[in-house]
Nanobody, 121 residues
Framework: VQLQAFGGGLVQAGGSLRLSCKVSGRTLSDAAVAWFRQAPEKEREIVAAIRWIGGRTLYPGSAKGRFTISRDNAKNTVWLQMDSLQPEDTAVYYC???????????????WGQGTLVTVSS
């Protein structure tokens, strides 16, 4: 499976961005797709995840309440709507696919190229 992430950019604090992840190569069936982010000199952390079938979601960190993950199975696309962005949200955002909806990046075996989100204060 291949993933391509789009939609990063520069936004002021308090603003919004929507990231897109286009999935291709094979049917995801019972997979999970997640968004991770990695800020300079920090470890990669999960932002949100969604089951391809059923749409159950996971928001394990500070994004809960501000970010929303969604998917369109027919379009093979997963989105991450990010609202009330803060400078600490500045990072490279990656989408990834794996067989289980877990918080560890090790559970995801297909990764997109990353898209940079910069939030200015």
């Amino acid at each position: 499976v291949q993933l391509q992430a789009f939609g990063g950019g520069l936004v002021q604090a308090g603003g919004s961005l929507r990231l897109s992840c286009k999935v291709s190569g094979r049917t995801l069936s019972d997979a999970a797709v997640a968004w991770f982010r990695q800020a300079p000199e920090k470890e990669r952390e999960i932002v949100a995840a969604i089951r391809w079938i059923g749409g159950r979601t996971l928001y394990p960190g500070s994004a809960k309440g501000r970010f929303t993950i969604s998917r369109d199975n027919a379009k093979n696309t997963v989105w991450l709507q990010m609202d009330s962005l803060q400078p600490e949200d500045t990072a490279v955002y990656y989408c990834a696919a794996g067989g289980y909806m877990r918080i560890s990046s090790a559970e995801y075996d297909a990764w997109g190229q990353g898209t940079l989100v910069t939030v200015s204060s």
